[in-house]
């Protein structure tokens, strides 16, 4: 796909899609933000794809990035929810909850790239094993050895943390 084609393409179908995103979640700031997304993944996959189909490909693009969205903004309400409901007894308590999430945060810090990254994605973004190796352009084991690897290393590190207190 050259430059001119994707330029007609993005001024023939971007206010389609970002209609077709704003119907689904309501927010035109969202829809615009996805849309543009989903160009961009089109532009990577330029080379790989088949021209014949790619408003058909756009849209799907289009409507995993929504599905993504989601799928993290219910994980976000789900942990939102679970803190809330955390009744925090004594300030020992409220302390030890936040070493917790400082050695979480330095484990993550000191954590290899890639497995942090595949971490990240699986973890805060929600993504699956197959979504995290599309955008990486790895192999499902591939992503799966590195998340083994990551969790180890979080294992590791914050039992390291639990026994120095």
């Known amino acids: ?3 001119e084609q994707f330029e007609e393409l993005f001024s023939a179908h ?3 899609l970002r209609n077709y995103l704003y119907y689904r979640c309501g927010d ?3 829809a615009s933000d ?3 997304e989903a160009f961009m993944k089109l532009w ?5 794809i088949d021209l014949s189909n790619t408003v ?3 849209y799907k693009i289009s409507l995993d990035l929504w599905i993504s969205k989601v799928r993290h903004q219910k994980v976000q309400k789900k942990y939102s929810a679970f803190i809330e409901e955390v009744d925090y007894h004594t300030p020992e308590d409220e302390a030890d909850y936040q070493a917790l999430v400082q050695s979480y945060e330095k484990a993550l810090e000191e954590m290899p790239d890639n497995q942090r990254e595949v971490f990240l994605m699986s973890r805060h973004d929600a993504l699956k094993y197959n979504e995290i190796s599309e955008r990486l352009g790895i192999g499902v084991k591939a992503v799966e050895k590195r998340m083994k690897n990551a969790l180890a290393f979080l294992r590791s ?9």
């Open 44 to 48: 990577e996959k330029k080379d790989k």
């Open 56 to 58: 058909g490909l756009l």
């Open 157 to 165: 590190a914050l039992n390291y943390e639990k026994r120095k207190k």
């Open 14 to 16: 971007f206010p389609s």
């Open 1 to 3: 796909m050259s430059n």
């Open 28 to 30: 035109p700031e969202i």
């Open 34 to 36: 996805l849309a543009q």
